[in-house]
């Protein structure tokens, strides 16, 4: 099935420092969800971007919608460690209730 | 309480043995889905429901097993023939103009 190229894989930070990853796709996607992952648990929707070049915080967390449809990023500023988890993209291809196409996440590491 | 439950949190399953594991939500949403979960790896798609009594497979349906009788639920079998099931199985339920919520997991070990 078709997946999302998401970047990098994994990121080892010092507190405060500010995070950016991304998804990109050959596909147009008319959604892009951003989703976290505690150890042991589901992902929780952190945003949701329905329009390109939305531009949409949460917190300290931006997430953009690029212009073209076919990729996303994701930025974290002054990083804490309760932001530790796995960070997952997720696009969606219509309005329908189709499934979501995931990347593959990233694995974010705060050192105190 | 809205929200998406699954059942149970760990489950252990023998070789050669079938599995149900349970996944109802009260959110009213239409469309349910499964996912498996391995270690360092994506999501990835199992079976999902649109509506009541219809479902498709997704990426690797094989040595799985849906139904989808009720509307709040989603149970999902792993059969004998699933030669690699230890993973961490994740449900997930959406309606039209809403995205995709999830539930908190069960993992599976095989004994």
């Known amino acids: 099935g078709q997946q999302l190229n998401q970047s990098p894989q994994s990121m080892f930070i010092q507190e405060g420092e500010d995070v950016s990853m991304n998804c990109t796709s050959s596909?147009?996607?008319?959604?892009w969800l951003w989703y976290k992952q505690d150890p042991g648990e589901g992902p929780v929707l952190l945003i949701a971007?329905?329009?390109?070049?939305e531009l949409t915080s949460n917190g300290r967390l931006t997430a953009q919608f690029g212009i073209t449809r076919k990729d996303s990023f994701l930025n974290i500023s002054a990083s804490i460690p309760s932001d530790v988890g796995i960070y997952f993209c997720?696009?969606?291809?219509?309005?329908?209730?189709?499934?979501?196409?995931f990347g593959k996440g990233t694995r974010l590491s705060v050192i105190a | 309480d809205g929200g998406i439950t699954q059942s149970p949190k760990y489950l252990f399953r023998k070789e050669g043995q079938n599995v149900t594991l349970s996944c109802e939500q009260n959110?009213?949403?239409?469309?349910m889905y499964w996912y498996r979960q391995d270690p360092g790896q994506g999501l990835r798609l199992i079976y999902y429901?649109?509506?009541?009594?219809?479902?498709q497979k997704g990426d690797i349906a094989e040595g799985y097993s849906v139904s989808r009788e009720k509307k709040e639920s989603f149970p999902l079998t792993v059969t004998s023939a699933q030669k690699n099931p230890t993973a961490f199985y994740l449900c997930?339920?959406?309606?039209?103009?809403?995205?995709?919520?999830f539930g908190p997991g069960t993992r599976l070990l095989v004994l």
């Open positions: 997930a339920s959406s309606t039209l103009g809403s995205t995709q919520y």
């Open positions: 596909s147009i996607f008319n959604t």
């Open positions: 971007l329905y329009k390109a070049g």
């Open positions: 997720a696009g969606k291809l219509n309005s329908g209730n189709t499934p979501l196409v």
């Open positions: 959110l009213n949403h239409d469309a």
């Open positions: 429901s649109q509506i009541v009594n219809d479902f």
